[in-house]
């Protein structure tokens, strides 16, 4: 059984959330605070762990912060603000997906398991797969280990930055539009979430190092979508 961990101080929505994820399943653990939130992630060590920003003590942004530098554990994170999804997505936290308030449960759960369906896949890919080294100028991934080096330095990926810097370069050439790579790389098809395509790739152009041939060879086609430039 999967354990998901709810950090929000709300206890009625937490709660609602509590119980839905249940129904569904899912082991769930409740805190209301950041810090209390942080001690959990490390010493329950969930699958999943929904996020909300506005928390006493410590608040969602630097929990998320400092869960990324020991954990890859997939992060959805709740926000009232949409003022603050340029935060979320723009910082460099490393958050998977995220959802601003109000949100429909339905749309909660549909996001949870988009994100386990996505683990999932990437599990079988690697187990199917012989392990793929793709090296194009000073890029290299690992596919099976989910390692990527420019030039030698290792660069730590999201989850999503990973998956879709793996299927631009290893179609170098091909043009991927907004809606595709939400549907392969995010899991879910909804095109107002264009804008989180948009930000993941510049989150790894400046993660690849801005003056690296790998943030170079991402390349924007203007009203289609990006791909990764071809090498001859
Ligand atoms: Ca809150």
Redesign the pocket.
């Known amino acids: 059984m999967k354990t998901v961990l709810i950090i929000?101080?709300?206890r009625n929505l937490s709660n609602i959330i509590k119980k839905h994820l249940r129904q569904e399943g899912y082991n769930v653990l409740q805190e209301f605070d950041g810090q209390k939130g942080l001690l959990t992630v490390k010493q329950q060590n969930p699958a999943l762990i929904i996020l909300?920003?506005?928390?006493p003590v410590m608040d969602g942004l630097e929990v998320c912060k400092q869960i990324r530098t020991e954990s890859t554990v997939p992060i959805l994170m709740?926000t009232?603000k949409t003022e603050e999804i340029d935060r979320i997505i723009g910082l460099e936290l490393g958050a998977d997906d995220y959802l601003t308030k109000p949100f429909s449960i339905r749309e909660l759960l549909a996001r949870i398991r988009a994100i386990f369906r996505r683990i999932e896949m990437v599990k079988k890919q690697s187990q199917l797969a012989q392990t793929e080294i793709i090296e194009i100028q000073d890029l290299y991934i690992h596919t099976a280990d989910r390692v990527v080096k420019v030039s030698g330095r290792t660069v730590s990926l999201t989850m999503m930055e990973f998956d879709l810097l793996f299927l631009l370069a290893s179609h170098p050439g091909r043009v991927f539009n907004r809606d595709y790579l939400l549907e392969h790389v995010w899991g879910y098809k909804c095109t107002s979430y264009e804008r989180s395509v948009d930000n993941c790739i510049l989150n790894l152009r400046k993660k690849l190092g801005k003056d690296s041939k790998a943030a170079a060879n991402i390349l924007t086609v203007w009203g289609m979508g990006y791909k990764f430039k071809g090498i001859n």
Not at 52 to 55: A, T
């Open positions: 929000e101080d709300e909300d920003i506005m928390l709740l009232a």
